[in-house]
């Protein structure tokens, strides 16, 4: 009676088996899953352990004296701090990482065109000191440089066609007028940088006075007359024209072109011969004569 109850039992444990069979995967999933969330937990506290400190790449500059500065490019202001030891190549450098502007496309500023062979504990830059910026990416100058070299060919094929400006009726008739009290001395033969302060005493087309500024820090060129001052960005402006005075060479007359075609030049006359090299090659963005 015993063998028939036990083996009654040993059927119906057989019969369960066989009937459920998700009993045994549940528990095993169960089995697996309490498995994988330990490991999971036992893998994270272990990354944890492994991940670095994060720093900012200045850990080299730590007991250094450092210095905080403002960086100005572009329209945008971005805080640097920096070693008051570090040179002016090393400052390039950081401003390339803030801004994307590659040191050989840089004009940097400070009281002049800052050295890069020199520290700026040497150059005497102070704490909460602003530096200019001035450049512009190689995308920038791809895309405004080729379109003004074929311009400027275009122009310059042109002129060779044509007589003398100083000769043609819409030019004379301001030069006519003579060269004003007011305009500023010339040097014949000698090349200067810009001045510091605006270049004025000037005709503009229609005979009234003007003066340029240039904003090289905002890279804008201001045109100023007695009723508005107009803001152009040196980016915008396609060409320069200039061309000396006859009777008059020390002077030159010179038009700005805001547009793609002849129509949107903007004339200015008694310009000072020393000057107007470093004017193209601002306004052009060669900066020979920053």
């Known amino acids: 009676m015993a063998a028939q109850d036990e083996s009654e039992g040993v059927v119906m444990e057989a019969e369960v088996s066989l009937k459920d069979p998700d009993i045994c995967c549940q528990d095993d999933g169960k089995g697996d899953e309490a498995g994988t969330e330990q490991a999971s937990q036992t893998d994270g506290d272990n990354s944890s352990a492994l991940v670095p400190d994060v720093s900012n790449g200045d850990d080299s500059d730590e007991g250094k004296e450092m210095v905080e500065l403002k960086i100005i490019w572009n329209k945008n202001k971005y805080d640097l701090k920096i070693p008051l030891d570090g040179t002016g190549a090393k400052l390039k450098e950081k401003i390339h990482t803030l801004t994307g502007l590659p040191p050989a496309m840089q004009k940097v500023m400070y ?41 400027q060919q275009e122009v310059k094929a042109e002129e060779n066609k044509k007589e003398p400006l100083c000769r043609q009726k819409q030019h004379r008739k301001v030069l006519d007028k003579g060269k004003p009290d007011d305009i500023m001395p010339s040097v014949k033969g000698v090349k200067e940088r810009l001045p510091t302060v605006p270049l004025s005493g000037m005709y ?10 240039f904003k090289l820090e905002q890279d804008q060129l201001w045109i100023g007359t007695k009723e508005r001052t107009e803001k ?30 002849e129509a949107s030049q903007y004339w200015v006359y008694w310009v000072p011969a020393q000057f107007v090299d470093a004017i193209k090659d601002t306004v052009l963005g060669k900066w020979q004569y920053f």
Not at 130 to 150: Q, R
């Open 204 to 213: 503009n087309k229609s005979g009234g006075k003007v003066r340029l500024t």
């Open 232 to 261: 152009i960005p040196m980016g915008s402006i396609k060409n320069v024209v200039t061309e000396q005075i006859e009777g008059h060479e020390d002077y030159h007359m010179m038009a700005f072109q805001l547009g793609p075609t």
């Open 111 to 151: 009281k002049g065109l800052l050295p890069e062979d020199k520290t700026l504990r040497e150059i005497k830059v102070t704490n909460g000191a602003k530096i200019m910026v001035v450049g512009s990416t190689i995308n920038d100058v791809l895309a405004v440089n080729t379109p003004k070299e074929v311009i």
